[in-house]
């Protein structure tokens, strides 16, 4: 199963870092926190990675075509410029990066028509990857997401007892109510409900999925955070370097 993960965003409130690099490229401890999430799926056995890139994408190019070198140690012969390799620790994943400008529809052909993983590049969290694949398989709908339970600047969900989601409220007020987490298990034909590339896939697409009844929630209780701001930003980087980071399940 492939792992979409949307890294095309500038980042406006955590422009300090973004105006030099994506988003998704903002480090935790000395990795990107698209690592940290990639990491994340990878604990869990997914290891193929489709990448929508956007602002300053080349960055993130740049990064995964020198990753194999730095993960590694390595002989160079100057005279011949050959490059011998030792003892490599990079991750056994394939990635594919899309350029896309963050729209989903334009890797479709990547995808293929098979299940696949959703995610943003900008949140970390320790949910169990593996039940809300097992969770989505179950009730048979077309799309799950993982809600989480925190007071909000994001849009807000409203799913009944059955986590079957009725409504989806953009942008509402701080009242703890339930928001899309990311981290989401997607059949193939949720790319038919977006019409082109000015579609934003967080309106029309998931609004109406949930009047058709095909859009469930999957509620995690555990740790989720977004780095939506430098404070955001700080916080993760002095829970990863005090030894706190729940995310870090791997």
Sequence with gaps: ?????????????????????????????????????????????????????????????????????????????????????????????KVTLAVTGGRIKRVKEYIGNETFLLTYGDGVSDVNIADTVRFHRQHGKLLTMTTVNVASRFGVIKPDKNGLIKSFREKADSDGSLINAGYMVCEPEVLDYISGDDTIFEKEPLETLAKEGQLMAYRHDGFWKCMDTMRDKEQLEALWCTGRAEWKTW
Aim: net charge negative.
């Design 1 to 93: 199963m492939k792992v979409v993960i949307l890294a095309g965003g500038f980042g406006t409130r955590i422009s300090e870092e973004s105006h030099l690099k994506p988003k998704p490229m903002v480090e935790i401890g000395d990795k990107p926190i698209l690592w940290h999430i990639m990491k994340e799926y990878s604990h869990y056995g997914f290891n193929e990675f489709i990448i929508c890139l956007g602002y300053k994408g080349g960055e993130i190019k740049r990064f995964f075509s020198d990753y194999y070198l730095y993960q590694s140690d390595v002989t160079i012969n100057l005279q011949t410029d050959e490059y011998t390799y030792h003892r490599s620790t990079s991750e056994p994943w």
